[in-house]
């Protein structure tokens, strides 16, 4: 071939390759963002636990002490709920009364918990459980 021939064949391959790299980039761009959200909602849910702990150690504390325990608080922005259901347990000599205490925990900006969009950017939520006797 002609040296006249082969001019344009070198901006071809150019365009070529910065539209691939272009994609490339792009491609890349999005993955970082989708990791960076994942890591957020790691942390986030790990904090809406420890929440949903404290508002649990606040509601077996009030059943032990008062024999209720529902109540609603604020931890480290999370709105945590807590609620308990309770009944009398009777053996051969005895009563007592036993206690299943929830707490749920929810990231701030909606309800708790948000049982109309759960699956709204950023909201998470962490429910434990635990039995108390009094």
Do not use: H
Request: proline share 3%.
């Amino acid at each position: 071939m002609s040296p006249k021939r082969q001019r344009g064949a070198s901006i071809i391959t150019a365009i070529f390759i910065m539209v691939v790299l272009a994609y490339l980039v792009g491609v890349m761009a999005r993955l970082v963002a989708a990791s960076n959200i994942g890591s957020a909602q790691d942390v986030m849910g790990a904090q809406a636990r420890q929440a949903a702990l404290a508002g649990l150690d606040v509601g077996v504390f009030n059943w032990i002490n008062a024999g209720t325990c529902t109540s609603a608080l604020t931890v480290a922005e999370y709105q945590v709920s807590v609620s308990c259901v309770s009944g009398n347990v009777t053996n051969d000599a005895s009563t007592v009364r036993i206690a299943k205490i929830t707490s749920i925990a929810c990231s701030p900006g909606g309800a708790c918990p948000d049982v109309t969009n759960p699956n709204r950017f950023g909201y998470v939520e962490r429910k434990v459980e635990a039995s108390a006797i009094r």
